[in-house]
């Protein structure tokens, strides 16, 4: 159904990005919520949601970190972060951009480990 996606700072400061359909809110991530690779999420950049619900995120985490981050209900997933090279090797040193289609695959523009502007696709399922 029709719903709209807002990134929401409370007064304490904790970030979330909430839905709101059928007239009410829901919480979709938080601050300090569980990272599927560990540890919580410190922060929220990036996102993006698709026509089914889905959101991709860029959620930070302990020591810099910055998880690429598929969230679909309860189903959770990492899909890149900075800590660990990608498929080809290269290593991404900073998520910019997020973009979510329809099937799941996320678009995300990055900064690679020699300062190049970089695009990826990737499939978090």
Excluded: M
């Amino acid at each position: 159904g029709n719903a709209c996606y807002a990134l929401v700072q409370t007064t304490n400061g904790f970030s979330h990005i909430s839905r709101f359909q059928n007239g009410a809110w829901t919480d979709v991530v938080s601050y300090g919520d569980a990272i599927p690779a560990g540890g919580l999420a410190t922060g929220i950049g990036a996102f993006d949601a698709n026509r089914n619900g889905a959101v991709a995120v860029d959620l930070y985490g302990g020591g810099g970190v910055q998880y690429l981050t598929y969230v679909n209900g309860s189903d959770i997933r990492v899909a890149a972060d900075n800590s660990y090279t990608v498929s080809t090797g290269e290593l991404l040193v900073s998520f910019f951009q997020v973009s979510l289609n329809d099937n799941g695959s996320i678009f995300a523009t990055a900064i690679n480990g020699v300062d190049q502007l970089v695009l990826y696709e990737f499939d978090p399922k």
